[in-house]
């Protein structure tokens, strides 16, 4: 068996390689608006404008409820059809992991936030603190404690989802599997070596995230 | 002492409800610089609710507050420039548990006041010393008791150079032993001038230290008076079987 993946590997190695590329690039982009979306979405949501809070309710509650792979489906189809402008496969599925992922990190900062203790921001805001140097410099400091265990596991997610490309040929870890499987008819050690793949990039990222949260607990 | 013709706190006839349960059913106050006011009452009188509408942690569903010869309670009041101006000391500490002892007194004053980091720190300091915890300056307050949390908080609301403080039921988190620690503090601010409103369970120390008492229930100022005439005269049966039923 460790032979054969050492062949594969050796003949096919490239084919991997750009594999993890397409997953890093996938998962990066994923990770980097998916946060960057679904923290501006949070701020919304706990803004005291109705209408933006019931927006986003609705937007958390489809995204969440409905498969990814039918979001991407939908980008698939659809953006290309409505928008005035050539996107790629990838920018179109790219575009529906990120919508995908920003659902989850709403959640996951909206619930870390609310988290921390009322009493906080009584204290704060008796002291005569604005709002914004409230949530700045006494909500945000607790909550990010809350929130980073819980967006290292999103951020998991999101590398394991960037698969779901493999059905549009995009290549990432999983296509580079069934290239090589279709070009050499063997299915296991092809698989394996995706896996190891896969597990290599997980473990590196939750070590990562698990550095980053004892340095934060470091004052507990 | 007590000069009369300084109100430093108006209130006009103050309601207020939460969902269907009136709170405050109208109540009328003025609290005078240098004044030491104990709040006593049942659980659910209305207490609390009436110390925390002072600075507008909860805003009243009618009536008026005036503050220092300003209303609050109107639109457009620019409520953080007040509140800087009313300390306020809770149940529960509320320490910032992500900063030192020292950056929990600073960060107000150095991020509202403006005040110099290296002033704020001098002055920080010397609070510390007075409360006896300068020791614990760069500690973090989970590694403080509860007293000392309190004391903290105390210090942290002083720095800001209110000038009333509110205490809502500032001992009744504490362990028995840590109470004494707690109580000296406040009993030296009161000594030292300070306008103080104090809601609590400690009979004995509301005896003692109070200019005034006010004993709410259901939502109104049932009876006040110097601690004497409340404790000692009692007037109303209401507070007579609420004194009846705490322990001094």
Same mark, same amino acid.
């Given at each position: 068996?460790?032979?054969?993946?050492?062949?594969?590997?050796?003949?096919?190695?490239?084919?991997?390689?750009?594999?993890?590329?397409?997953?890093?690039?996938?998962?990066?982009?994923?990770?980097?608006?998916?946060?960057?979306?679904?923290?501006?979405?949070?701020?919304?949501?706990?803004?005291?404008?109705?209408?933006?809070?019931?927006?986003?309710?609705?937007?958390?509650?489809?995204?969440?409820?409905?498969?990814?792979?039918?979001?991407?489906?939908?980008?698939?189809?659809?953006?290309?059809?409505?928008?005035?402008?050539?996107?790629?496969?990838?920018?179109?599925?790219?575009?529906?992991?990120?919508?995908?992922?920003?659902?989850?990190?709403?959640?996951?900062?909206?619930?870390?936030?609310?988290?921390?203790?009322?009493?906080?921001?009584?204290?704060?805001?008796?002291?005569?603190?604005?709002?914004?140097?409230?949530?700045?410099?006494?909500?945000?400091?607790?909550?990010?404690?809350?929130?980073?265990?819980?967006?290292?596991?999103?951020?998991?997610?999101?590398?394991?989802?960037?698969?779901?490309?493999?059905?549009?040929?995009?290549?990432?870890?999983?296509?580079?599997?069934?290239?090589?499987?279709?070009?050499?008819?063997?299915?296991?050690?092809?698989?394996?070596?995706?896996?190891?793949?896969?597990?290599?990039?997980?473990?590196?990222?939750?070590?990562?995230?698990?550095?980053?949260?004892?340095?934060?607990?470091?004052?507990? | 002492?007590?000069?009369?013709?300084?109100?430093?706190?108006?209130?006009?006839?103050?309601?207020?409800?939460?969902?269907?349960?009136?709170?405050?059913?109208?109540?009328?106050?003025?609290?005078?610089?240098?004044?030491?006011?104990?709040?006593?009452?049942?659980?659910?009188? $209305?207490?609390?609710?009436?110390?925390?509408?002072?600075?507008?942690?909860?805003?009243?569903?009618?009536?008026?507050?005036?503050?220092?010869?300003?209303?609050?309670?109107?639109?457009?009041?620019?409520? *953080?420039?007040?509140?800087?101006?009313?300390?306020?000391?809770?149940?529960?500490?509320?320490?910032?548990?992500?900063?030192?002892?020292?950056?929990?007194?600073?960060?107000?004053?150095?991020?509202?006041?403006?005040?110099?980091?290296?002033?704020?720190?001098?002055?920080?300091?010397?609070?510390?010393?007075?409360?006896?915890?300068? *020791?614990?300056?760069?500690?973090?307050?989970?590694?403080?008791?509860? $007293?000392?949390?309190?004391?903290?908080?105390?210090?942290?609301?002083?720095?800001?150079?209110?000038?009333?403080?509110?205490?809502?039921?500032?001992?009744?988190?504490?362990?028995?032993?840590?109470?004494?620690?707690?109580?000296?503090?406040?009993?030296?601010?009161?000594?030292?001038?300070?306008?103080?409103?104090?809601?609590?369970?400690?009979?004995?120390?509301?005896?003692?230290?109070?200019?005034?008492?006010?004993?709410?229930?259901?939502?109104?100022?049932?009876?006040?008076?110097?601690?004497?005439?409340?404790?000692?005269?009692?007037?109303?049966?209401?507070?007579?079987?609420?004194?009846?039923?705490?322990?001094?």
């Amino acid at each position: 068996m460790f032979q054969t993946i050492a062949a594969i590997w050796a003949k096919y190695g490239y084919v991997y390689i750009q594999g993890i590329w397409g997953t890093l690039y996938i998962a990066a982009v994923t990770v980097l608006f998916g946060t960057l979306l679904g923290t501006l979405l949070s701020f919304a949501r706990l803004s005291r404008f109705r209408i933006a809070q019931e927006a986003i309710r609705l937007y958390v509650w489809v995204l969440r409820g409905t498969p990814a792979l039918l979001q991407i489906y939908f980008f698939y189809f659809f953006l290309p059809k409505y928008l005035p402008f050539e996107l790629s496969d990838r920018t179109c599925i790219v575009m529906a992991l990120v919508v995908n992922a920003s659902a989850y990190v709403e959640e996951v900062i909206r619930a870390g936030i609310q988290a921390v203790d009322r009493g906080q921001t009584e204290a704060a805001r008796s002291l005569g603190m604005t709002a914004r140097h409230t949530m700045t410099r006494i909500i945000l400091p607790q909550a990010i404690k809350n929130i980073l265990p819980a967006l290292g596991n999103e951020f998991i997610v999101m590398i394991k989802e960037a698969s779901l490309a493999s059905i549009f040929v995009i290549m990432e870890v999983t296509t580079a599997f069934k290239t090589v499987q279709s070009a050499t008819f063997i299915t296991i050690p092809t698989l394996m070596i995706s896996g190891m793949i896969y597990l290599a990039m997980t473990t590196v990222l939750s070590g990562g995230m698990k550095l980053v949260e004892r340095r934060m607990r470091r004052n507990d | 002492m007590i000069d009369r013709t300084k109100k430093l706190i108006v209130v006009e006839d103050l309601h207020k409800s939460f969902g269907g349960l009136q709170v405050l059913r109208g109540v009328s106050q003025t609290i005078c610089e240098g004044e030491v006011v104990s709040i006593i009452g049942a659980s659910g009188s $209305g207490k609390s609710t009436f110390l925390r509408c002072l600075n507008l942690l909860e805003t009243p569903d009618s009536g008026r507050i005036i503050f220092d010869g300003q209303e609050i309670t109107g639109k457009k009041v620019k409520i *953080d420039a007040f509140r800087q101006q009313i300390g306020m000391v809770f149940q529960h500490f509320n320490v910032f548990p992500h900063l030192k002892v020292i950056d929990n007194i600073t960060l107000a004053p150095v991020l509202e006041k403006h005040i110099d980091k290296e002033q704020a720190r001098q002055t920080a300091e010397d609070l510390l010393r007075r409360v006896g915890l300068y *020791d614990k300056r760069d500690e973090y307050p989970t590694r403080l008791s509860g $007293g000392q949390k309190q004391r903290l908080a105390i210090v942290r609301a002083l720095a800001m150079e209110p000038k009333v403080i509110l205490f809502d039921e500032p001992t009744s988190a504490l362990d028995p032993e840590m109470v004494k620690e707690v109580l000296d503090v406040i009993g030296e601010l009161a000594r030292s001038g300070m306008t103080i409103l104090i809601v609590t369970h400690e009979m004995g120390f509301a005896k003692r230290v109070s200019d005034r008492v006010l004993f709410i229930d259901e939502g109104l100022i049932a009876e006040e008076g110097t601690p004497e005439e409340l404790f000692e005269h009692t007037k109303t049966e209401r507070c007579r079987d609420f004194l009846n039923k705490v322990l001094f």
